[in-house]
């Protein structure tokens, strides 16, 4: 199962973003698929919150109205998981928190990656880097 991390689904969102046709052409692929396919639940809420942020998007930051019609065409997928934590995850969650470099905002990336791993994840699509911190998860650029 492939899950998505919030990057993906920002520039899958905002048309004016340049990785925006490979973005939603991969989400959308997931969306009709029939695999199997995830959203950590942290990354619907940093969704939420970076689309519609003026101080990112300016003039143009998404309405909370225009967010929920996107979430809710997201989890309108029959084969969509959304990944909250489960009984193993606080235990995977200390083992990747106790990492040099996971500090500050790369804990939310722990968290990610916690989620995915207590899940059963074959890899996380993103463009974070930060999730190389994490090398028992599989992480794909759908991008590139």
Not at 42 to 47: G, H, L, V
């Amino acid at each position: 199962m492939k899950a998505v991390d919030t990057n993906i689904l920002v520039y899958a969102h905002r048309r004016e973003a340049a990785e925006h046709a490979k973005a939603f052409q991969c989400v959308k692929g997931l969306a009709e698929g029939t695999d199997p396919w995830a959203i950590p639940w942290p990354c619907i809420y940093e969704f939420f919150s970076v689309v519609t942020n003026p101080r990112i998007w300016k003039a143009s930051a998404s309405t909370p109205a225009a967010a929920w019609e996107q979430i809710a065409a997201w989890t309108s997928s029959p084969h969509l998981r959304l990944m909250g934590e489960t009984d193993e995850f606080l235990t995977i969650l200390e083992r990747l928190t106790n990492r040099p470099r996971v500090r500050g905002p790369v804990v939310h990336d722990a968290r990610v990656a916690a989620l995915c791993l207590a899940h059963g994840v074959d890899a996380l699509l993103s463009r974070d880097r930060d999730f190389t911190l994490f090398p028992e998860l599989t992480i794909e650029n759908p991008i590139s």
